[in-house]
Structures are given as C-alpha cells and as structure tokens.
C-alpha cells in the first residue's frame, strides 16, 4: 500500500494497533488493514483511543499534543495566521507538515487579552469569545468586573474574553452638558403664578462620584435643581422677580455647589430663558408699559416746551436791545410769508421796501 507525503497510516490487525506508516511504499500483511490520516488536519483517531496511540513511541515523536483546560481556550495559528480556536480538552496535530502555535487562552480572565496583538483579537474566529467596547474622546470609562470596579479607562478600544467573570465599562461623558427645566410652574410670594424655563450647564469632574456614588446622577439632581428654584422664586415678589431675573440663575447654582460637589459636577453658566406669565396678567403688564411710556412723553414734550420758552424768551431780550437784529428778524419772517404768496401788488415806484414793511408788519412805516 501506498502512503502519500501529506499522509500517515496505522496498521491494524483486526481492531488492534500494529505501527505507524510513514509516506512510502509498504505490504500489508493479511488480515490487515491501514487507516490514512492527513497530516494538514487535526489528528483525531478513528478506532483507537489517542492515549493509546500515544504508548508508541513512534508516532508519539510525529505527535503534537495540545490539552486546554477548562475555561481556557487555544489559540491555533499556522505560519503565523491565526487557523482557528481550540475548545477545551485534548487535541493532537502531525508535526513538520507546517509550523503550528498554539496560544492558550484563560476565559476567566476578561482583561488577559492586553498580551495579544489587535490583529489576533480582530479575527472572525474569536468572534464568539472576545466582547469589545470603546471609549470615545470625550469620555472616561470605568471598567466593572463581577460588578466590582477595576479601573478607569482612558479613550480607546478595549478587548475582553468572554468568560465567567463578566466585564463591562461604564462610559462617563466629560464634555459640558445641560440641564432643562421647562414649564416649570411656581407662586411668587404675592400669589402671582408663574411659568419659567430655565436651564444649568454642568460637567463631571469626578467620574468615580457620578459614576458609583450616585444612581442616575442627572435626574437626581436635576430634581434638586427644581426645588431650589422653586423655593428661591417663591421667596421674592413679582416685581423683584422681574427686575432680578439676570441674577437668579447664578444665584441658585452658587446656592447648589455643595450639592454639586457631593455629586462630582461642577456647575456653569445658568439662568432663565423665558418668564412665561398668565393672559390676565401679561394684559395687566402691557397696560403698566402703555402709561409708563406715555409718562415718559409727556415729561420729554414738557422739557420741550420749557427749553422752546426759553428760547424765545432769550430772542425777544436780544431783540429788544439790538435794532437792527429786530429789523433782521423782521426781514426773515417777511422772506417765510413771501414764499407762500404768489402775487402781490404795491402803488407807487418809489420806497417799496417800506411798503412791504407796511404790508408785514404792523407799524413799521411809521417815523
């Protein structure tokens, strides 16, 4: 019988192992038979537990035994690439066809991935054994193992066996963020019901507070926001509120700090977007606007009047001091009335400038 190079037989006689054959020529003796494996395959025996085929030391020397314990895995890369993944248990390979690694794996260490290359990670075939998480730039991440915490992560990609021990990250974001409150329904304290929408920026700075101290960080303190607002609105009038709306916002996140703080945020700018009033009051604040506004023409119209007296009270001495600025003024007031006539008739060639005097103004003609 012949054996090709990519092969090995066994000879049996009947159901006993006889011998291994290597790649040749070889006769068979009767009542016996040859069983062919391939040596690119693994090696699984057909007839013949691998324990006992391994008591020959020949084949033993063409063997390559591989035992995977429980929650491991192995890793098997041929010429450098990766052929597939080893459960456990006892696997066995012919040797010198090509060169075999076999890289042990412990499952029930999530974080043992770190000594493997990204490529070997990456590959399809460890797809059922590797769970992969990311941390975006602009987060932090905490790693949790068998809801314990381990670490915090920078920004990057982590890789984590899939195991008994479960790893995940929680991911915090540091950026600034902002906390709504709209509609927000609150009583000043002369009874006056009004609607606010407010809003608070905010950023973590300490991700192990937000993160494990505090359940659900934002909606808790977003209630302590409300309640502070609440209480600090509900304290001051209608008018005050309306004059110190620039100042309530940092006056309640100042107020919040030691809050924030037990919470790992910092707080930032904040401050009311709207004041939102009923119909029968916003009608009562639109009649206020109508009379201050018309007070304050009436004082401009009469400081107007006043400064127009004055003037022409000023005018008059001048021109009852000064002659000839009372005949210049006569003469202005005679060109204003002339633009406004379109003919006149004058008797007489001679002193028309007198006669027009006479025609103006009452008593100018006289000597």
Same mark, same amino acid.
């Given at each position: ?6 092969e ?9 192992y006889?011998s ?14 040859? !069983? ?9 025996p057909?007839? @013949? ?20 314990? #429980? ?6 890369r ?9 459960l456990?248990?006892?696997h066995? %390979? ?7 690694? %076999?890289?042990?794996? &412990? ?5 043992? @991935? ?12 460890l ?10 730039p602009?987060?932090?991440g905490?790693l ?17 066996w899939?195991?008994?021990r479960?790893?995940? $990250? ?7 963020q ?9 009583? +000043? ?9 407010? %809003?608070?920026q905010?950023?973590? @700075? ?10 659900d ?6 209630? $302590? ?8 609105i ?5 008018d005050?509120?309306? #004059? ?5 916002g ?19 700018? +904040?401050? $009311?977007? &709207? ?5 029968? =009051? ?16 009436n004082v =401009?119209?009469r ?6 007296t004055?003037?022409?009270?000023? @005018?008059?001495?001048?021109? !009852? ?10 003469f202005?007031? $005679? ?5 406004? =006539?379109?003919?006149?008739?004058? +008797? ?5 400038i &007198?006669?027009?005097?006479?025609? %103006? =103004?009452?008593? +100018?003609?006289?000597?």
């Amino acid at each position: 019988m012949r054996i090709l190079s990519h092969e090995r037989g066994l000879l049996y006689r009947g159901d006993l192992y006889k011998s291994l054959l290597m790649p040749g020529t070889h006769w068979v003796p009767p009542f016996c038979r040859v !069983e062919t494996y391939r040596v690119d395959k693994a090696f699984s025996p057909q007839s @013949t537990p691998l324990e006992i085929l391994l008591e020959d030391a020949a084949l033993a020397g063409q063997a390559e035994v591989i035992n995977v314990p #429980d929650n491991h895995i192995a890793i098997h890369r041929e010429d450098g690439n990766v052929k597939d993944v080893l459960l456990p248990g006892k696997h066995c %390979f012919w040797k010198g066809y090509t060169r075999r690694e %076999f890289i042990q794996a &412990d499952l029930s260490e999530p974080e043992g @991935t770190a000594a493997l290359d990204r490529s070997i990670l990456a590959h399809s075939a460890l797809a059922g054994y590797i769970a992969a998480a990311a941390v975006e730039p602009h987060q932090k991440g905490l790693l949790v193992i068998d809801r314990a915490f381990v670490r915090i992560l920078e920004p990057g990609t982590y890789y984590f066996w899939k195991g008994p021990r479960r790893a995940e $990250i929680l991911a915090m974001d540091m950026r600034q963020q902002q906390f709504e409150i709209t509609g927000q329904e609150i009583m +000043s304290r002369d009874k006056v019901p009004l609607r606010l929408n407010f %809003f608070c920026q905010y950023r973590i @700075t300490d991700v192990m507070k937000a993160g494990f101290k505090i359940q659900d960080y934002d909606r808790q303190f977003h209630v $302590i926001l409300q309640l502070a607002l609440r209480e600090y609105i509900g304290s001051l009038l209608f008018d005050d509120i309306m #004059d110190k709306k620039e100042s309530i916002g940092p006056f309640v996140a100042q107020s919040l700090k030691p809050q924030a703080d037990a919470f790992g945020i910092e707080l930032g700018h +904040s401050g $009311i977007k &709207d004041i939102i009033l009923p119909g029968e =009051i916003r009608e009562i604040m639109n009649q206020v606007l109508v009379a201050e506004k018309k007070a304050q023409a009436n004082v =401009i119209m009469r400081r107007e009047e006043t400064a127009s007296t004055r003037s022409l009270l000023n @005018t008059a001495k001048l021109m !009852e001091e000064n002659k000839v600025l009372m005949r210049l003024k006569e003469f202005e007031y $005679i060109e204003r009335i002339s633009e406004k =006539i379109n003919q006149i008739t004058l +008797s007489g060639g001679n002193q028309i400038i &007198d006669q027009l005097g006479q025609l %103006f =103004i009452p008593g +100018s003609g006289e000597k």
